[in-house]
């Protein structure tokens, strides 16, 4: 045992020493320890002697604290108090009642399906701490390999070697435009027609599969995409959309409510689709409850807060001006 934690005392005689400054009285003590009076007072003499100092001044008349007995209380009752709490932590840890979740998110899903899990994770598990961190796929799938982070909600490419994956949401994109180009108020409005608009979109690193999935549709629909800019997080794409900068897709989830300035529409014809997911490193269930109960509860809550959750494709719908 290292030396700072080699001690010539043990917690009982803690306790047996609280329980005489508490009633500064031997008999009541030992009564309320239920143990005899000659076996207490011997334990306090061994505490003092352990420690160099008298705690209590003794009298035929009345037990009293020394100014060392004093100083000794202040320090005990907070010790024997977090100990006492100790066995019921670690039940609530053991349980998934307590800890703390690292998640990664991308726009979308908070833009979506994610302000409901954490809403209903929140109520049922006041107690567990959410870390959550905003990236890309691509670096989810980094952090998730690595064991920075728990679980992420990430665009898949494909299958994931080593990952369990739950799918969220699947839905065609339509397109944000500003609201004063003249595109704005077609009557339907498909990518072909689009072959002079700006794009904003973002770096293909950030999420492969999603990008060549907008190439694949400008492909089917007979045009080449003018890229006006490729920036990440989402809020930037949809801010140089207001600013009049060009076009960007978006799922109809994350259409409403929109800012002022741009105007959301659904696509006829070739349109790329968005995929969500929530991911974790592959384990059986009883696998995830014994390593990190915490996850557990947090993925019972997402996966069945998102089965009550509509992700359906929404319909072709007017425009959507804000």
Same mark, same amino acid.
């Given at each position: ?8 005392? %043990?917690?009982?005689? +803690?306790?047996?020493? &609280?329980?005489?400054?508490? @009633?500064?009285?031997?008999? !009541? ?18 505490? %003092?002697?352990?420690?160099? $100092?008298? +705690?209590? @001044? ?23 108090? *977090? ?18 979740? &690292? ?25 567990? &701490? ?28 494909? @299958? /994931?070697?080593? =990952? ?32 002079? $608009?700006?794009?904003? =979109? ?12 907008? =190439? ?14 490729? $920036?990440?997080? !989402?809020?930037?794409?949809? *801010?140089?959309?207001?600013?009049? +900068? *060009? ?10 409510? +929109? ?51 509509? /992700? !359906? ?7 959507? !001006?804000?």
């Amino acid at each position: 045992m290292p030396r700072e934690y080699q001690f010539d005392f %043990e917690l009982r005689h +803690l306790v047996y020493f &609280r329980e005489v400054a508490k @009633t500064l009285h031997f008999r !009541r003590a030992a009564e309320a320890l239920a143990v005899a009076q000659p076996a207490l007072s011997r334990q306090i003499a061994q505490l %003092e002697a352990a420690l160099g $100092v008298a +705690l209590f @001044t003794r009298s035929r008349r009345k037990v009293e604290l020394t100014p060392a007995g004093a100083a000794l209380v202040a320090r005990v009752e907070p010790l024997l108090h *977090g100990l006492a709490a100790v066995p019921g932590e670690l039940r609530a840890l053991t349980e998934g009642q307590t800890g703390q979740v &690292r998640v990664g998110f991308t726009g979308l899903a908070m833009a979506t399906v994610l302000p409901g899990i954490l809403r209903e994770f929140h109520r049922s598990y006041p107690k567990i &701490r959410l870390e959550l961190n905003e990236s890309p796929t691509s670096a989810q799938l980094a952090a998730l390999a690595a064991g920075e982070i728990a679980c992420g909600f990430f665009h898949p490419d494909a @299958t /994931t070697p080593g =990952l369990r994956t739950r799918e969220l949401l699947r839905e065609k994109n339509g397109v944000l435009l500003p609201a004063d180009y003249p595109l704005a108020g077609a009557k339907e409005l498909r990518l072909k027609d689009m072959a002079e $608009v700006p794009w904003v =979109l973002f770096p293909r690193t950030h999420n492969p599969g999603f990008y060549d999935r907008v =190439l694949a549709a400008f492909s089917k629909a007979g045009i080449a995409p003018r890229i006006a800019e490729e $920036v990440w997080p !989402r809020a930037n794409a949809v *801010g140089l959309v207001r600013a009049g +900068l *060009g076009a960007t897709f978006m799922c109809p989830s994350e259409a409403q409510p +929109l800012p002022s300035g741009v105007t959301f529409r659904q696509l006829a014809g070739p349109a790329p689709e968005s995929r969500l997911v929530l991911g974790w490193r592959a384990a059986s269930d009883a696998k995830v409850a014994e390593e990190n109960p915490a996850l557990s509860s947090f993925l019972a809550v997402a996966t069945g807060e998102t089965a009550r959750t509509e /992700t !359906r494709p929404i319909s072709a719908a007017p425009p959507v !001006r804000a």
